[in-house]
C-alpha cells in the first residue's frame, strides 16, 4: 500500500468500529404491550417477515378469568442478515387489558421490566462478566386501539409508567379500520394527551450533518403515534404487484406503501434507521437512571469521604463504648475487692485486739508470777 | 442481596426473516455515531532514551506530538522513571481522535534497572483502578477511560538479541497491555542484520511464553483481510526508522534520513516496517487494540483484583459493600476485644479473689496459731502461778513476743 505520506489512517477508525460490530452481532429486545386483538402478534411477524410467535390458542379463552394475570411470554430467536447475526428477544404480554378490572395490570408488565434491569446490575458486579444475559428492553411498543377517540385511561397510565423506564413507543394498529381525515385527528389528539400527561415517548435523534438524513429523521419524528397495517399474507394489488397486505373487497391496504400506513417508518425507527440509538438509549439513560436510583436506594452515594467520615466515626465509637463498659466493669469490681480488703483489715484488727487481750492477760500473769517469786519485793506494792 | 441471577432458560430458535429486515444496517449506524463522537486512544512509549520514541511518534501521527529536540538540548537526565502524558486532538477528513501519549523517561537509563517495569506497570494498573471506580460509581455518565491501549517497546538495535531487561520488562507486562515491541533505528543495522536480530527476538519471545499483541484471527474473515494481517505478522517485530523531518528525493519530498550512501525512506516498505507498524496500530487495529484491552485485560484485572478481595460475586467497589465489609471485620475485631478483655478482667478478677481469700485464710491460720501458743503459755502461767501460790517450784517462763500488731 503505497499511500501520501500526510495520511496517518485516523479516517479508517469508523471502519473499524464497523468491522468489530459487523462481527459482534447485536441483541435487541422488543416488548409489545397491549389489549389482546390489538394485533400484537401480526404485527411481530410482519416486522420480522417470518412466524416470530404462534398465534393464540382460542382454547385458552376459557381459562382466562380465572387466572386474572397478565403472562409475560418471551421469545429468542437467531436471526443471520447479510453476515451479521442479531439475538432477538420478542417479549409479548398476553392478556393485558382482558378483564373486567383492569387496574393494576400493568404492575406484572413494569416490575419485569425493572427486573431485567436489575438483573444486568447484579451480573456487571460480579467479578466474572463475560456472559452477561442481557434482556433489557430496548424498545416498547405500546398498541393503541383504532378506536378514533383518544387515549384511555388505562393507556395513560401504562404508558406513563412504561414511558418512565424504557424507549416508548405508541402505535396505532389496524390503521386500515380507520380513514385519513379520522387518523390524523385521532393521532393529534394522542399527542396532545401524551402531552398534557407528561408521557416520556421516545424520540430519534434528528440532527445529522446529511440533509437527506435529517429530512428522513425529521419524517420519522413527526409520524408518531405509528399507524400501522399487519399482515404476513402476500396479496396481488389491483395493478399486479405482489405485496404484504390485507385484501379487501374494496381494495388492497398495504403493509409497505407510506401513503397506506406507517409501517416502514416505523420499522425505520426501530431497525434500519435507529436501532443503535434505541440501545444506546436503553443503556445509557434508562438503565443508569434505574441503577443510580437502586444504588441511591440501598444508601450509596459517590461522595465517599463524607460517609468515610460517618462511618470511621461511627467505629470509633463502638470501640470506645466497649471500652467504657470494661472500665466500669471494672470500677465495680474493684468497689467489691476494696470493701473486702476494708473488711479484712477490720478483721486482722479485730484479731489483734483479741490477741493483744490474750498477750496482756499472760504479761499480767508474768508480773504476778514474778511477784510471788520475789516475795519481799513482790509483797509490799500488794500491801 | 442475593448473588445469584436466576434467568429462565429459554430456547432460540433460528429464523429466517423472507426479506431484508434491516438489521444488517446497525454496523452502519454505528459507524455514523462514531464519526460524530470522535475517537480516543492512549499509547504508550518505554524504551531507553535516545531510541527514538518520540520521533517514532511524531512519524507515526505526522505532527508534532512531541516538539523539536533542539530547544530541549540540555535536559537532565531524570533520577527516577516518570510519567509524562501528552494529549494531542488530530483530525482526518473530519474524523477525530483523542490522543494520549505516555512517555516513561528515565526507562533503563540507570546503572541498577532491575525494577525499572514497576512504576509502568503500576501506571498501568492505577489507570484500571481508575477506571473501575469510576464503574463502580453512583453517576456514571461522565465516565472517561484513560487505561492504557497498546505499549509499544523498544528495542536497542544491538543486532544480538533481547537483553535481560527486555525480557523482564516484557514478562512482567505483557498480561496487562498489548505489548509491540519494536526494533528502534533499525537504519543502524543492514538486512541481513536485521533478518538474524528479529529470529533471534521471537525465539527469546516464544522462549519467555511473553505474550505481544497479534491481529486476531476471526473466521468471517475475507481472504483480502487475512492476508494484510499474515503479513503484518511476518514482520514483528517491527523494525522502525523514524523521521520527523522531509528531504527532497528525486524532486519528490520523502520523510527519511540521509546518509551519504544513499536515504532510508520511512514510508518505503522495503526500508523498513514503519509502514507495517502504522498499518498495525493506526489503520486497521487501533480500535481492536481497544476493544483486547477493554474485554480482556481489563476483565482480567478486574475480576483478579474482585476474587482476591474476596468479592467475587459483585458488589465489587460498592463503597457501601466495602464499608459492609469493614464493618464486619471491625465487629470481628470487636468481639475478640470483647473475648479478650474479659478473659484478662476475669482472670484478674480471680486473681485478686484467691489472694484475697489467701490473705483472709492466712490471717486467720495466724491467728489460731498465736492464740494457741498465747492461751498454752498463760495456762502453763497460770499453772505456775497456781504452784507458786501453794509453795511449789515453778518452771521456767517461756519468753513473749515483743510488739504491738500481730499481723500487717
Ligand atoms: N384489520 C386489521 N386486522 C388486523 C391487523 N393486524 C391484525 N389483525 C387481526 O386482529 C386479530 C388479532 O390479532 P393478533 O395479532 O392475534 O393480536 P394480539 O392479541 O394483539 O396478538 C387477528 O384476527 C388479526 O388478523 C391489521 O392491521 N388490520
Ligand atoms: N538513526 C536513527 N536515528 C534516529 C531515529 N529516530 C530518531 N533518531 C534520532 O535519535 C535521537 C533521539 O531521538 P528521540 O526521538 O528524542 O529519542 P527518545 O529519547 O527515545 O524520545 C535524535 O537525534 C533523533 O534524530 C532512527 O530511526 N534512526
Ligand atoms: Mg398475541
Ligand atoms: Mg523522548
Redesign the interface.
Given at each position: 500500500?503505497?499511500s501520501p505520506?500526510?495520511?496517518?489512517?485516523?479516517?479508517?477508525?469508523?471502519?473499524?468500529?464497523?468491522?468489530?460490530?459487523?462481527?459482534k452481532g447485536?441483541h435487541?429486545t422488543i416488548m409489545v404491550v397491549g389489549e389482546s386483538g390489538a394485533g400484537k402478534t401480526t404485527f411481530i411477524n410482519t416486522?420480522?417477515?417470518?412466524l416470530?410467535r404462534e398465534y393464540q390458542n382460542e382454547e385458552k379463552r376459557f381459562q382466562k378469568q380465572l387466572e386474572r394475570t397478565v403472562e409475560i411470554e418471551?421469545?429468542?430467536?437467531?436471526?443471520?442478515?447479510?453476515?451479521?447475526n442479531?439475538?432477538?428477544t420478542i417479549i409479548d404480554t398476553p392478556g393485558f387489558g382482558d378483564y373486567v378490572n383492569n387496574s393494576d395490570c400493568w404492575v406484572p408488565i413494569v416490575e419485569f421490566i425493572d427486573e431485567q434491569h436489575l438483573?444486568y446490575m447484579?451480573?456487571?458486579?460480579?467479578?466474572?462478566?463475560?456472559n452477561i444475559?442481557d434482556?433489557r428492553v430496548h424498545a416498547c411498543l405500546y398498541f393503541i386501539q383504532p378506536t378514533g377517540h383518544t387515549l384511555k385511561p388505562l393507556d395513560i397510565e401504562v404508558m406513563k409508567q412504561l414511558g418512565s423506564r424504557v424507549n416508548l413507543i405508541p402505535v396505532i394498529s389496524k390503521a386500515d379500520t380507520i380513514t385519513r381525515a379520522d387518523l390524523t385527528a385521532f393521532k393529534n389528539r394522542i399527542l396532545d394527551c401524551i402531552k398534557f400527561h407528561n408521557i416520556n415517548v421516545f424520540c430519534p435523534p434528528i440532527q445529522?450533518?446529511d440533509e437527506d438524513t435529517t429530512r428522513r429523521n425529521t419524517a420519522i419524528a413527526n409520524a408518531m403515534p405509528y399507524a400501522v397495517i399487519g399482515s404476513e399474507q402476500d396479496v396481488v394489488t389491483p395493478d399486479g404487484r405482489r405485496v404484504k397486505g390485507r385484501q379487501y373487497l374494496w381494495g388492497v391496504a398495504e403493509v409497505e406503501n407510506e401513503e397506506h400506513c406507517d409501517f416502514k417508518k416505523l420499522?425505520?425507527l426501530l431497525?434500519?434507521?435507529?436501532?443503535?440509538?434505541l440501545i444506546?438509549t436503553t443503556e445509557?439513560v434508562h438503565y443508569?437512571d434505574y441503577?443510580?436510583n437502586r444504588?441511591?436506594k440501598?444508601?450509596?452515594?459517590?461522595d465517599?469521604p463524607q460517609?468515610?467520615k460517618l462511618?470511621d466515626a461511627k467505629?470509633k465509637e463502638?470501640?470506645d463504648a466497649?471500652r467504657k463498659r470494661?472500665t466500669e466493669?471494672?470500677r465495680t469490681?474493684e468497689s467489691k475487692?476494696r470493701k473486702?480488703?476494708q473488711e479484712?483489715i477490720d478483721?486482722?484488727d479485730r484479731?489483734?485486739k483479741?490477741?493483744?487481750a490474750?498477750?496482756s492477760?499472760?504479761?499480767a500473769?508474768?508480773a504476778?508470777?514474778e511477784a510471788?517469786?520475789s516475795p519481799v519485793q513482790a509483797r509490799s506494792p500488794r500491801k | 442481596m442475593s448473588a445469584e441471577v436466576e434467568q429462565p432458560q429459554i430456547p432460540i430458535v433460528k429464523k429466517k426473516p423472507n426479506c431484508f429486515v434491516g438489521f444488517a444496517n446497525l454496523p452502519n449506524q454505528v459507524h455514523r455515531k462514531s464519526i460524530k463522537k470522535g475517537f480516543q486512544f492512549t499509547l504508550m512509549v518505554v524504551g531507553e532514551s535516545g531510541l527514538g520514541k518520540s520521533t517514532l511518534i511524531n512519524t507515526l501521527f505526522n505532527t508534532s506530538v512531541y516538539p523539536n529536540k533542539e530547544h530541549l538540548e540540555a535536559e537532565e537526565p531524570p533520577k527516577t522513571i516518570k510519567i509524562e502524558t501528552i494529549t494531542t486532538n488530530l483530525e482526518e477528513n473530519g474524523i477525530k481522535l483523542k490522543l494520549n501519549v505516555i512517555d516513561t523517561p528515565g526507562f533503563g537509563d540507570f546503572v541498577n534497572n532491575e525494577t525499572s517495569w514497576k512504576p509502568i506497570l503500576e501506571e498501568i494498573e492505577t489507570r484500571f483502578d481508575l477506571y473501575l471506580e469510576q464503574e463502580n460509581k453512583v453517576n456514571r455518565k461522565k465516565i472517561v477511560d484513560e487505561r492504557v491501549h497498546a505499549c509499544l517497546y523498544f528495542i536497542a538495535p544491538t543486532g544480538h538479541s533481547l537483553k535481560p531487561l527486555d525480557i523482564e520488562f516484557m514478562k512482567r507486562l505483557h498480561h496487562r497491555v498489548n505489548l509491540i515491541p519494536v526494533i528502534a533505528k533499525s537504519d543502524l543495522l543492514t538486512e541481513e542484520e536485521v533478518a538474524g536480530f528479529k529470529a533471534r527476538i521471537m525465539e527469546d519471545i516464544s522462549y519467555n511464553k511473553i505474550q505481544i499483541y497479534r491481529p486476531p484471527i476471526y473466521e468471517n474473515d475475507d481472504p483480502e483481510t487475512l492476508q494484510e494481517n499474515k503479513e503484518i505478522v511476518l514482520r514483528m517485530p517491527f523494525a522502525v526508522v523514524g523521521c520527523d523531518k522531509e528531504i527532497e528525493m528525486k524532486k519528490k519530498k520523502v520523510r527519511g534520513r540521509q546518509y551519504p550512501w544513499g536515504i532510508i525512506d520511512v514510508d518505503n516498505e522495503d526500508h523498513c516496517d514503519f509502514i507495517k507498524l502504522r498499518q498495525m496500530l493506526i489503520r486497521t487495529h487501533m480500535e481492536e487494540l481497544r476493544e483486547y484491552t477493554n474485554e480482556v485485560l481489563y476483565e482480567n484485572y478486574r475480576s483478579n483484583k474482585l476474587i482476591a478481595s474476596g468479592n467475587e460475586f459483585g458488589d465489587g467497589g460498592n463503597p457501601l459493600a466495602r464499608f459492609e465489609e469493614e464493618k464486619r471485620a471491625h465487629e470481628a475485631k470487636m468481639t475478640k476485644m470483647e473475648a479478650e478483655m474479659k478473659m484478662v478482667f476475669q482472670q484478674k478478677v480471680q486473681e485478686k479473689k484467691n489472694k484475697l481469700m489467701q490473705s483472709d485464710a492466712d490471717l486467720h491460720a495466724r491467728h489460731k496459731e498465736m492464740k494457741e501458743k498465747l492461751v498454752n503459755q498463760r495456762r502453763e502461767l497460770e499453772e505456775t502461778k497456781r504452784q507458786l501460790e501453794s509453795g511449789a517450784r515453778p518452771g521456767t517462763p517461756e519468753k513473749s513476743r515483743k510488739g504491738k500488731g500481730y499481723f500487717k
Open positions: 500500500m503505497s505520506n500526510n495520511f496517518i489512517g485516523i479516517a479508517n477508525l469508523p471502519n473499524q468500529r464497523h468491522k468489530i460490530v459487523s462481527r447485536a435487541f416486522l420480522f417477515a417470518a416470530m418471551i421469545i429468542r430467536a437467531e436471526i443471520e442478515e447479510k453476515g451479521f442479531v439475538q432477538l438483573n447484579k451480573q456487571e458486579r460480579k467479578a466474572n462478566r463475560r444475559d434482556m445529522s450533518d420499522r425505520n431497525i434500519r434507521t435507529h436501532m443503535d440509538s444506546s445509557e443508569e441503577r443510580a444504588l441511591t440501598e444508601g450509596r452515594t459517590d465517599d460517609v468515610r462511618f467505629m463502638e470501640e466497649l470494661f466493669q471494672v469490681e475487692f473486702w480488703e479484712l478483721e486482722r484479731l489483734n483479741d490477741l493483744e490474750e498477750h492477760a499472760v504479761q500473769l508474768k504476778e508470777i510471788l517469786k | -
